[in-house]
T-cell receptor, first 112, second 116 residues
């Protein structure tokens, strides 16, 4: 089944404790992206990647890192999480852009 | 630089009546435009997309949208609302490749309520 998977789905952590949210797609898509969703703000793009080893900043990259060493994986790294990074995070992929984005199920992150 | 404005944060309609969700965009180049739907506690699903072909775009579940360059609008419509249409809808803009950016910009969303 074609899908985008994210892990974990739910995470509660404390300020400053490094964490990684994984994202994987099995559709051989070139474009992958991370978004955060906050009430009243819609989705905001954090980082995107056009292909392996090619990444670029979105609207809200501060406090986040990404890497794209393999085509299928695009992990989101929070080196030192802070409470303002509490949010719902979505990973998405598409064959290329602009094109249909296929979204993962979301990761709800709480930073205490 | 690109941006998108969804003119209503909340729209309420009666079942069986028309739906209109409004979206205006700003783009330096010829944009691609999308509408996505998010049902409660679910991920996002594509409703329809415009990528410089026909200006009237038909999507899933009876939705359609018309690209109007002169008005910089991409409003989403449906002739008759169904209870299952209750969800949040997002308008999305992306400049075409060659604009120097492959960024996608989402609107803040319109929550659609359908009254029985």
């Amino acid at each position: 089944e074609a899908q985008v998977t994210q892990n974990p789905r739910y995470l509660i952590t404390v300020t400053g404790k490094k964490l990684t949210v994984t994202c994987s797609q099995n559709m051989n898509h070139e474009y992958m992206s991370w978004y955060r969703q906050d009430p009243g703000l819609g989705l905001r793009q954090i980082y995107y990647s056009m292909n392996v080893e090619v990444t670029d900043k979105g609207d809200v990259p501060e406090g986040y890192k990404v890497s794209r060493k393999e085509k299928r994986n695009f992990p989101l790294i929070l080196e030192s999480p802070s409470p303002n990074q509490t949010s719902l995070y979505f990973c998405a992929s598409s064959p290329r852009t602009p094109d249909t984005q296929y979204f993962g199920p979301g990761t709800r992150l709480t930073v205490l | 630089a690109q941006s998108v404005t969804q003119l209503d944060s909340h729209v309420s309609v009666s079942e069986g009546t028309p739906v209109l969700l409004r979206c205006n965009y700003s783009s330096s180049y010829s944009p691609s435009l999308f509408w996505y739907v998010q049902h409660p506690n679910k991920g996002l699903q594509l409703l329809l997309k415009y990528t410089s072909a026909a200006t009237l775009v038909k999507g899933i579940n009876g939705f359609e949208a018309e690209f109007k360059k002169s008005e910089t609008s991409f409003h989403l419509t449906k002739p008759s609302a169904h209870m299952s249409d209750a969800a949040e809808y997002f308008c999305v803009v992306s400049d075409l490749p060659g604009a120097g950016s492959y960024q996608l910009t989402f609107g803040k969303g319109t929550k659609l309520s359908v009254i029985p």
